[in-house]
């Protein structure tokens, strides 16, 4: 699984948890919360974005992400599910690597692109349950930037 950073290109999950460890070290006494979101688009085909962000409260963050490519789906419940275990099966590999380090117990959310608002609201529910059944914490649009800011922004 690779992952490209903004400012240090092409990166392993490794590289990215090295890198989250690095950015915390530098201010371990502050407050960080790490977010895992996706978000999609469809055209020919449907593009996935998986985003993982560092993010120290108050201060600012690093995020990275990878791209995947799927048959074009049409089903809004389908991709919306498709995106929520994304998310999750890069939040398990990522606790995993954390596990083993020096931040195990890093503070970790979900961000859903769903919300009250718009086609997705019948959805919230089921997702939200998806979310805290694994043992995550979700969080929905208007407070989900990870998914519909930062993914958002390497779908297009």
Known sequence: MHFISPTRGKM?????VTDILAFMGKMPEAH???????DSQTKDETCFVTAIVVHQVGKGA????RKKRQRKITSLRQKIFYETALSLETAGQLTK????TEHPQAELEIHLDIGPSGETKELIREIVGMV????????????SCGASKIADKYTK
Do not use: M, Q
Not at 62 to 65: E, N, S
Not at 97 to 100: D, K, V
């Open 62 to 65: 690093r995020y990275y992400y």
């Open 32 to 38: 960080y919360k790490v977010i895992i979101g996706t």
């Open 97 to 100: 690597s954390l596990a083993a």
């Open 132 to 143: 805290i059944g694994s043992g995550f914490d979700a969080k929905i649009k208007p407070d």
């Open 12 to 16: 392993t999950l490794v590289e990215v």
